[in-house]
């Protein structure tokens, strides 16, 4: 990116002049293909203008060193990664987290409850690309009012009580949410990514990867053996500034099984991945995503992998450490129509189960674990 490049306010989405797509200007070989360069907020004075309080600090830190026990062994309940496909009302996310925030002082004892509150949305074409890079849901990309918001969001989430889990897709927005995150994904589309592997092993936070899209495993395993390996890669530093990042390794990444060509989340599939994960000198703890290709990508279907995954527990097994629901206040899903107004508390990306499902799934999974130790006392 060179100095000469033409800067626009945050809300002036008119394309830079002679931004035509031609690929010839005279006296010039780069940049030919950007139509402007905006001011990005430093990340530093996002974090002094929203600071992290004593209630926020504390929900973070108890979180991850929960979600560490239960990766390690030390701690016998499910860890439960639950909530929205995507966030793109702070309204309706924060009426949901008060009802799932009841919901994981209800079942603490059997369950770690942390909220999905996912702002970024890899798109397999093009599309809304979330609540950090379109907050306006109309095109403007009001990034640096994104970050804002999606910061606000998560201290006020985490001053409940309730910790927050996000994927990590983009390589810079962590440096403005981080450190209000129990609990990090990386995504089928980018766990083969060797910047995302670099990426969580620096993270502060444990980090599950999921399988591949064509429901390999092995680059999953893979990532982990990456992510727990140290690393020096280029970054942005909380000032803004360009540098070298030079990371100790992330020992707290496990295995997230999505379902890919079919679904992998039944006894067979568990014991083929945690036998890979054997193989590879890992500790065979699974995390089962109930949505996307172990759902077929039909929502209720969530409850049927559910009730397999709780029976698998049921029955003894201690490789499942984790599970991850898509939820939200209604059933379903919308699509974004430009003008159209939205209906409350229903996904604009995947289809969520409602809350009423999603309570009961809760219970069931807490009946699961009880059911787990009864086995393992026998």
Partial sequence: MGKEMKTRPENDTKPAPGASG???????????????????????????ELPVDAAALATVT????????????????????????????SKAALEYAGRLAEAARRHAHDLL??????????????????????????GSFAINEGLRLARKLLLD?????????TEFLD?????????????????????????????????????????????????AVDALRAAAAPHAFMGMTKTGQAAIF????NEDCHVILRGGKTPNYDGASVDA??????????????????????????????LDVGADVAAQLARGDERIVGVMVESHLNPGRQDLVAGAPLAYGVSITDPCLGWDDSAQLLETLAQAVRGRRLSQAE
Avoid at 157 to 165: Q, V
């Fill in 157 to 165: 989430i985490n001053r409940m009580g309730l910790p927050c889990a």
């Fill in 273 to 302: 991945a945690a036998k890979e994960l054997a193989a590879a000198g890992l500790a065979p703890h699974l995390m089962v995503d109930f949505s996307h290709a172990n759902a077929s990508r039909q929502f209720r279907r969530q």
């Fill in 22 to 48: 031609a690929l010839s200007v005279v006296g010039r070989t780069d940049d030919l293909r950007i139509a402007a360069v905006r001011a990005l907020i430093a990340p530093q004075l996002l974090l002094e």
């Fill in 246 to 249: 030079e990371t100790v390794g």
């Fill in 171 to 219: 390589l810079l927005s962590p440096q403005y949410i981080s450190d209000l995150i129990a609990w990090g994904a990386i995504g089928a589309r980018t766990t083969e990514s060797q910047t995302h592997r670099q990426l969580a092993s620096g993270l502060s936070c444990p980090v599950g990867f999921k399988n591949g899209t064509d429901g390999s495993i092995k680059v």
């Fill in 62 to 89: 108890n979180a991850r060193q929960a979600v560490h026990r239960v990766l390690h062994g030390a701690d016998d309940r499910l860890l439960a990664i639950v909530g929205p496909c995507s966030i793109h009302d």
């Fill in 113 to 138: 409850v942390v909220m999905r509150v996912y702002f970024e949305k890899p798109r397999t074409t093009v599309g809304w690309k979330g609540y950090i890079n379109d907050p306006r849901l109309d």
